[in-house]
């Protein structure tokens, strides 16, 4: 082939391949689909799932956050009626002690009774046989002590000793028919203690076991809608569960930003008002120093004679500057003698201040025992030593300390001294209430945290003082 041919089909081939390529490079530019544009109604339906998605979102979030409340609630209730069976509990046991009470007395007034006509049997066994009338004494066995005593006393032929006789047996009979009334009345007093505290005891049993459940469902609930919220925002259940843990925090804080505006609005009212008191106190106090000095007499001054060359009358005794006598010295002074004023005595320093209850050993001793029962479980009318409700802790607590208070949270919160929650201090009682009254109480421990027996279900365990539900604005003070 001449060098011209071989030129020609190199350019051939050269031309060939690359009308091959540039086929290659084209052909997917070709083969590309035309661009989609969505509908309007593509549109309006990826909007709608979105849009239902967020309700689905809101819906669940609504409803966990109902179930939460609703186990706050129940846990109230439940606070609610085993405060109810404590003090029905309190009331049992004063309706038996007075009942036992009423009873040993009827019983020895009875005795004596029985002593007092026995007494009375052997007086009138002696006039029969020294042969006097028992006219008399068959009046007294014959009618009541009131109508006998009248009418034995109203006999001219009764005597003193008779008549004795008489008013000692009609008294002790009419005494004990008197507490055999009393025992009558305590026993139904008793009878319905009783009854009240077996009603109040299955009321409890039932607000217990029905926050138990409710916990139970509620948890399961909530486990359900972690995985619903989860694929709902195609997310993890943990970050789910990390999110609603978020949303509770933010109840909480929500909580305790309002406590803590009623206990400054609390700590306002009373900064005003021990003010108001101390200053009607000194005014009190001017007003009557004004009366005393208006009402004490006042020095009178002898009349004035003018002045005139005339010796000065003998009755005038305050001699002249220039012809009193020294006065006398301290050690020969007549004891009847004004002395001079000499300049005060500077005062004794003030002793200082009892410590407030709360910072007295007691407090301490019932803080260190409140601790020492973290972690152990909640039991309706529990007072220990293993298991607690809120008002048997406190108590147990301060009896560890050597200090009886009452039973019940609210017998507690009466038994106290005020103190304003801004100035509690370890070993104060804070208290809930509702409309039911208060119904929950812990112990103050310091740094704004609080021990306490929370609910079924729980343990005794720490919580921030201000996210306490209901909390009143005012704690109490154990004088130990």
């Known amino acids: 082939m001449t060098s011209w041919g071989k030129t020609a089909a190199r350019s051939v081939t050269t ?191 039932v607000r217990a076991d029905g926050t138990a459940a409710l916990t139970v469902a509620a948890q399961a609930r909530s486990e359900a809608a972690l995985v619903e919220l989860a694929a709902l925002r195609q997310t993890s259940v943990e970050l789910e569960r990390q999110r609603q843990a978020g949303l509770a925090a933010a109840e909480q804080a929500r909580i305790e930003a309002e406590n803590r505006q009623r206990a400054e609005e609390a700590a306002r009212q009373e900064a005003a008002r021990v003010a108001a008191a101390a200053q009607a106190a000194a005014d009190r106090a001017r007003a009557v120093a004004a009366a005393a000095a208006a009402a004490a007499p006042r020095p009178t001054t002898p009349p004035v004679t003018p002045t005139t060359s005339a010796p000065r009358s003998s009755s005038v005794t305050t001699p002249s500057p220039s012809t009193q006598p020294a006065p006398p010295s301290p050690s020969t002074q007549p004891s009847t003698t004004t002395p001079a004023p000499s300049a005060p005595a500077p005062a004794p320093a003030p002793a200082p201040a009892p410590a407030p209850a709360g910072q007295a050993g007691g407090a301490s001793v019932a803080v260190a025992f409140a601790k020492a029962q973290l972690g152990e479980p909640y039991v309706w009318a529990a007072t220990g030593p293993n298991s607690w409700d809120c008002s048997g802790l406190t108590m147990k607590a301060w009896a560890a300390a050597g200090v009886k208070i009452p039973r019940v949270a609210s017998d507690q919160y009466y038994f106290t001294k005020r103190v304003a929650l801004a100035n509690l201090l370890p070993g104060d009682l804070v208290f809930s209430s509702n409309s039911s009254g208060i119904y929950h109480v812990a112990i103050y421990v310091g740094n704004s945290q609080v021990i306490h027996a929370p609910q079924t279900g729980d343990v005794v365990r720490y919580r921030s003082l201000y996210t306490m539900t209901n909390l009143m604005p005012s704690g109490g003070r154990v004088s130990s």
Request: charged share 20%; aromatic share 4%.
């Open 15 to 205: 031309s060939i391949v690359a009308a091959s390529l540039c086929a290659a490079m084209t052909q997917p530019c070709a083969a590309a689909p035309e661009p989609i544009y969505p509908s309007s109604t593509d549109v309006a339906g990826a909007q709608a799932r979105v849009q239902d998605a967020a309700t689905s979102v809101a819906r669940i979030d609504a409803e966990l956050a109902a179930a939460r409340a609703a186990n706050e609630q129940s846990a109230v209730d439940a606070q609610v009626a085993a405060e109810a069976y404590n003090a029905a509990e309190v009331e049992r046991a004063a309706a038996e002690a007075a009942h036992a009470s009423a009873e040993r007395r009827a019983h020895e007034a009875a005795s004596q009774a029985d002593a007092a006509a026995l007494a009375l049997s052997r007086y009138a066994a002696e006039m029969f046989q020294g042969g006097s009338s028992l006219g008399q004494l068959d009046v007294f066995f014959g009618g009541g002590p009131g109508e006998t005593l009248d009418r034995a006393l109203g006999l001219e032929a009764v005597g003193d000793e008779r008549a004795r006789v008489l008013d000692e047996a009609a008294r002790a009979r009419g005494l004990a028919d008197a507490l055999r009334r009393e025992a009558l009345a305590a026993q139904e007093r008793l009878s319905a203690a009783s009854a009240a505290a077996s009603a109040a005891m299955q009321l409890a049993k």
